[in-house]
T-cell receptor
């Protein structure tokens, strides 16, 4: 079945460092891909999305490109801030499996030091 | 514009008991999904409700059931609670549309933390 694999954390960076969180997926069809962020004690917030191959999602300085050939959707940010400390989830939804549910990776915790 | 609201925020139960969790979707949304998030894990899909019916279900036993009301709010019921049911339960709402509904992002509530003793 469909699945999402993302790099294990925690990832610890200094402020203004470059961030990459790797995400790969397995899907039978052509899924839509998402990155969600979860701050302590809160639910998930959509960070960005891409719905077809070569689409680039971007928001708040974060970017991710839908790479069908490598089945990847890596999250990047050029200069992280302390306020970016959170857990990041890569996710997909696939119309071939009904399209109604979102499948999440296990999450990657990011710590940014001042 | 109110987002997704869930109640209660925390709940403590003992094994064998039953629990009901509640969710009000974001204004204008008509579809509600429920997820279970164990500590340190990603959310796992339980089921989704649309037009007061269960539209899709994940790999959860029949002890997990739900309901959607005409105002689109929803309840998650869990019977015969087990220690392993301890988790954060998240409700997410979205707007169901025609066509490529799979690319509709979901809006999440802050969850209900359920602890089973």
């Amino acid at each position: 079945g469909d699945s999402v694999t993302q790099m294990e954390g925690p990832v610890t960076l200094s402020e203004e460092a470059f961030l990459t969180i790797n995400c790969t997926y397995t899907a039978t069809g052509y899924p839509s891909l998402f990155w969600y962020v979860q701050y302590p004690g809160e639910g998930l917030q959509l960070l960005l999305k891409a719905t077809k191959a070569d689409d680039k999602g971007s928001n708040k300085g974060f970017e991710a490109t839908y790479r069908k050939e490598t089945t990847s959707f890596h999250l990047e940010k050029g200069s992280v801030q302390v306020s970016d400390s959170a857990v990041y989830f890569c996710a997909l939804s696939d119309i071939n499996t009904g399209g109604f549910k979102t499948i999440f990776g296990a999450g990657t915790r990011l710590f940014v030091k001042a | 514009d109110a987002g997704v609201t869930q109640s209660p925020t925390h709940l403590i139960k003992t094994r064998g008991q039953q629990v009901t969790l509640r969710c009000s979707p974001k204004s204008g949304h008509d579809t509600v999904s429920w997820y279970q998030q164990a500590l340190g894990q990603g959310p796992q899909f339980i089921f989704q409700y649309y037009e007061e019916e269960e539209r899709q279900r994940g790999n959860f036993p029949d002890r997990f059931s739900g309901h959607q009301f005409p105002n689109y709010s929803s309840e998650l019921n869990v019977n015969a609670l087990l220690l392993g049911d301890s988790a954060l339960y998240l409700c997410a709402s979205s707007l169901s549309g025609q066509g490529a509904y799979s690319n509709q992002p979901q809006h999440f509530g802050d969850g209900t933390r359920l602890s089973i003793l």
